[in-house]
Nanobody
């Protein structure tokens, strides 16, 4: 069964850290570009970070640069998102998705996981 499953979400105080993991079953993540996205209540889904399959380049939205890091763990068949210095506005459901390249968030070419909730609150 081909499946993407996110994990690692939870409740954290401002300034704290979380590490999200996107695990694949039924296929190898190394063959795909993998993006992390998020959707806050009442807002559209937006891209956060992406790692390319072609050259392993990493792309970040400005609002997470210097705070979030995307990485592959080929042995575990996962792509992780390390989130540091979390802010209240980072609260959202976080999704990972795969495609042949790092498309924009509205592209129909992404294949999505089910999401994991991240709540930043004091």
């Amino acid at each position: 069964q081909v499946q993407l499953v996110e994990s690692g979400g939870g409740l954290v105080e401002p300034g704290g850290s979380l590490r999200l993991s996107c695990a694949a079953s039924g296929f190898t993540l190394d063959a795909y570009s993998v993006g992390w996205f998020r959707q806050a209540p009442g807002k559209e889904r937006e891209g956060v970070a992406c790692i390319s399959s072609s050259d392993e380049s990493k792309h970040y939205k400005d609002f997470v640069k210097g705070r979030f890091t995307i990485s592959r763990d080929s042995a575990k068949n996962t792509v992780d998102l390390q989130m540091n210095s979390l802010k209240l506005e980072d609260t959202a459901v976080y999704y990972c998705a795969t495609a042949d390249q790092c498309y924009g968030s509205t592209s129909p070419l992404w294949s999505w996981g089910q999401g994991t909730q991240v709540t930043v609150s004091s």
